[in-house]
């Protein structure tokens, strides 16, 4: 069975870092490129990063470009993700979710999601 | 950035009746090198991770009843869900994979009336 498993998630101050892991098993983790993806309380859902299947192609949104880095350890099946400099507008769940498609290219939608860790960014 | 806006934002159906949801993109998520559409609708039921239903714009993922179907084109896309169950009450979103950032239409919940 495909699980992806999030942890890392608690509450930290604006200005704090956290790191977010999601571990995966069920599938071969190294043939697949992962997203994160987030969502603010009550409201939608917003792609936030990208890492190929190598991890050498990584994208990421405006929002957190330059304060979030991901990124995978194929052998230990598990893919990261680095938030520094958090802000109040980081505070969402966090899923990391799998691309449908196999292969490099960015163009898929996600058929496989954690259940989400919720990351709190509160003084 | 392509802008997603689905339609409407609360949508009130009776079981066993037809919910139609629409989606609109900013720009056309149709690629003339292979004519497909780059457009997926996902539900989200409360506490729960979104779940993949349709992806080109209607292919139906595995498991999930025929009930739901997509279509449209270009820039203007609809689910639809014949026969409503109430196991069906849920936000759904339409998403373009076309261009990153991938983005995600505002959500649309689905009542039963």
């Known amino acids: 069975e495909v699980q992806l498993m999030e942890s890392g998630g608690g509450v930290v101050q604006p200005g704090g870092s956290l790191r977010l892991s999601c571990a995966a098993s069920g599938f071969t983790f190294s043939r697949f490129s992962f997203n994160w993806v987030r969502q603010a309380p009550g409201k939608g859902l917003e792609w936030i990063s990208y890492?190929?299947?190598?991890?050498?192609?990584?994208d990421y949104a405006v929002s957190v470009k330059g304060r979030f880095t991901i990124s995978r350890d194929n052998a230990r099946t598990s893919l990261s993700l680095q938030m520094n400099s958090l802000r109040d507008e980081d505070t969402a769940v966090y899923y990391c979710?799998?691309?449908?498609?196999?292969?490099?290219?960015?163009?898929?939608?996600?058929?496989?999601w954690g259940q989400g860790t919720l990351v709190a960014v509160s003084s | 950035d392509i802008v997603m806006t689905q339609s409407p934002d609360l949508l009130a159906v009776s079981l066993g009746e037809r919910a139609t949801i629409n989606c609109r993109s900013s720009?056309?998520?149709?690629?003339?090198?292979?004519?497909?559409?780059?457009l997926a609708w996902y539900q989200q039921k409360a506490g729960q991770p979104p779940k993949l239903l349709i992806y080109?714009?209607?292919s139906r993922e595995s498991g999930v009843p025929d009930r739901f179907r997509g279509g449209g084109s270009g820039t203007d896309f609809t689910l639809t869900i014949n026969g409503l169950q109430a196991e069906d009450v849920a936000v759904y979103y339409c998403q373009q994979y076309q261009t990153s950032p991938q983005t995600f239409g505002q959500g649309t919940k689905l009542e039963i009336k």
């Open positions: 979710a799998r691309d449908r498609g196999s292969g490099d290219l960015h163009i898929y939608p996600y058929d496989r």
């Open positions: 080109w714009a209607s």
């Open positions: 720009q056309s998520v149709l690629s003339t090198a292979n004519n497909m559409n780059y």
């Open positions: 890492i190929s299947t190598d991890g050498r192609n990584k």
